[in-house]
């Protein structure tokens, strides 16, 4: 077969290292020129293959590229953009592939999660049926952990690293503070389904009075009764207490705790801030005075001490999809499988993007120990691994040294789509 | 003169780097044997003092020791303890001097803000009218960097280094986004009277698109409409806009801003979220989507991401203090004078307490610049080496493996006080 381009896209919320996949991705087909011409980008994502918006990787040098690997966000955009069913909207599909056809895309690498793996299948389908077959690999990448079948997904690593530190470095300052000031200390994580980020947090404890102290999960509806006991015995106990809450903790009745909360300055009800409700609660029924943290984006963007072991798994995620498609593979995603928690020991599988596609997985209950406020040692024994290890990026003038791509951009050779 | 025991305390807010401070006091104390026996930590601060509750140093290691350099919060506990005056409260001042006495306590050092530089004095003056002459030396500590005469505060480096990371990685993020997802991104950052901590995330801007776009300090007073025309401009210009925001902002009348925030899920105004009025207000004049963090104690916990001028500033200033009370200085606290910003050259300094004491230094009108909503070249000039070098902790198992003192006690010959 002649060589064709590649299209490369970042998809839904950016990590810590995606950057590093799209690394992975682009390095790995300059060293197959014989295959692939040039991987071009899509601005914001998928939105640049419906607006023929392409970057043209070709124009950045091999020093940039290099530099990926250590750059947090996505360098070339990424959309939360999701293509609707192929019989609602088919005319988004067959504007993928004319202009996969118009600029000589033979490939199509999608880096993102289980929404994006549905895209790239349905793709791969259209294609065939369309007479333009495209080889559509997928790149998996979500902090929150809950694609099926792949042991774990880039970016959840380095959350779950920067999670355990911030739950490490903040304890300290509580535990010397709580005599006189702060008592409770509340850290609201992501995880809107799952509670992986939040649960990543109990790496920090090494013994019994060690933060955190309550791990709320969105896997366990909060009994506010019972959670209110085990502050109040931490405090106790141990002088003070430490809160991990997933954003996305809900009530007995299902309702996000987050939705209950707080009214802001003009009378808008407040979505998203868990851990303000949180502090209210402990406030009104311990008295407690608390302090909270909301790390937000600072989570899964803290390449500054990303997981080494999340990095390496993320650049071999994107080289893997390139040699798969190379290999004569298609409608398949790379996974991580692991053969072995200590020693960490791991491989690439593949598996069908239909398996992966729109299916969430969320925390095992083995993995939540009875009082539904811990995690239990079989999580731990998950998670250690994968936190290992540090890979940090250059410095210049006391900050990292994070890439910056020229973004040239391929000319187009199609009219406007649908603006 | 005989060897004598000395007392260290912790004061006020820790720091990610007030335990270096600690560190040079012990090594450099256990360095001059012939001068000084013991080190005897206050059990959470002055506290320690007052209640008799003395940590015995000696018992501690010298990896231990060691290690306090790399860790973040306070080993030995501080304390919001603010003594009162002489004249309103002599009784505790002659309780400190009496647990002085009865442990042959000879020098006082004591690692904290203006708050703490007052009591230092006093304690010195007290000590000398009761007939038993103390050696008063103060270490400063403040992420605030709003201690005057010193050029900087130990603590305030990493902060700012922190915060101008944040800044970056949670720009990368916004930006790779905002094309279909969050257009404003808005940090918080500690400073209830002086912006300097908010001010740091200007460093993280190269280019004029970079973040940060608006930094907000609590030296002017908001004019709402000036500031959400600059949100508008830069969406439109750069296609998002980051904020960073001093939780100390207040409005043209004078309240803080934070102040009029929300209400939480109780109907009890919900104080200190700075960040989630600043986005109402966004939301509700602009209309754009929006996200914010709230670090708190994570940035000023931050040991994992140190500025290694910060690191030997708060261990050199530990250090003086000893020889400073070695070489006969009374009543003084050493301090960072600066002799050249670039290349970055400083000495220690010392000057009395009493110049120090309950001061407060806010950035200068020079520093920010015309518009209000951004710091000067002379600003950036003044914050660069302080965020300058990278001195990471060790890690085990994924985490930065911080120290962990024994904490023993020095047995009581007094009666309790107060209790």
New interface residues.
């Given amino acids: 077969m002649a060589a064709k381009n590649a299209f490369y896209a970042?998809s839904g919320?950016?990590t810590?290292v995606i950057n590093a996949s799209a690394c992975g991705v682009i390095e790995t087909a300059r060293a197959h020129p014989e295959h692939i011409r040039t991987v071009y980008a899509g601005a914001?994502g998928i939105?640049g293959a419906l607006h023929e918006d392409l970057i043209d990787t070709a124009a950045e040098s091999a020093q940039t590229i290099a530099a990926l690997r250590h750059?947090?966000?996505?360098?070339?955009?990424?959309?939360?953009?999701k293509l609707k069913g192929l019989d609602e909207n088919r005319a988004e599909y067959e504007r993928l592939i004319e202009v996969f056809r118009a600029h000589d895309i033979g490939y199509f690498f999608y880096n993102g999660g289980g929404d994006s793996q549905d895209t790239a299948h349905k793709v791969s389908q259209l294609g065939e049926s369309m007479g333009y077959p495209i080889t559509c690999i997928g790149v998996p990448k979500t902090v929150d952990n809950d694609l099926p079948i792949t042991d774990t997904c880039p970016g959840f690593g380095s959350v779950a690293?920067y999670t355990?530190?911030?739950t490490?470095?903040?304890g300290?300052?509580?535990?010397?503070?709580a005599?006189?000031?702060t008592k409770v200390?509340i850290?609201e994580t992501m995880g809107r389904h799952a509670g992986w980020i939040a649960a990543a947090s109990a790496?920090?404890k090494d013994q019994p009075s060690d933060p955190p102290h309550v791990v709320l999960l969105p896997e366990v509806p909060l009994d506010q009764a019972r959670f209110m006991a085990q502050v109040k015995t931490s405090v106790e106990q141990f002088g003070y207490c430490v809160v991990v809450v997933s954003e996305g903790v809900k009530t007995a009745d299902g309702q996000f705790l987050a939705d209950?909360?707080?009214?802001?300055?003009?009378g808008?009800v407040?979505l998203g801030?868990v851990a303000?409700?949180v502090?209210?609660?402990i406030?009104?029924e311990l008295g407690y005075k608390y302090?909270?943290?909301?790390?937000?984006?600072?989570q899964?963007?803290?390449?500054?001490?990303a997981?080494a072991t999340d990095v390496e798994q993320a650049y071999a995620l994107g080289k893997a999809a390139v040699e798969l498609a190379l290999d004569g593979h298609n409608a398949v995603m790379p996974t991580i499988v692991r053969e072995s928690s200590a020693p960490y020991r791991w491989h690439i599988g593949q598996t069908p993007l239909e398996t992966v596609a729109n299916i969430e997985a969320k925390m095992p209950p083995a993995f939540i120990d009875e009082s539904g406020f811990f995690v239990t040692p079989a999580c731990l024994e998950y998670l250690?691994p994968l936190?290992?290890?540090?890979d940090?990026p250059p410095?210049r003038?006391?900050?990292?040294d994070?890439a910056r791509i020229r973004g040239e951009r391929v000319a187009r050779r199609l009219p406007a789509f649908g603006d």
């Fill in positions: 970042q919320g950016v810590a914001n939105l750059t947090p966000g996505g360098a070339f955009g990424s959309a939360r953009y690293k355990a530190i911030a490490r470095e903040a300290l300052d509580v535990a010397s503070m005599k006189t000031s200390f850290l790496l920090a209950q909360g707080s009214k802001d300055a003009f808008h407040q801030g303000p409700t502090a209210a609660m406030k009104a302090h909270y943290a909301i790390a937000d984006y600072l899964r963007a803290a390449r500054h001490v997981s250690r936190i290992a290890g540090e940090y410095y003038d006391g900050l990292p994070y």
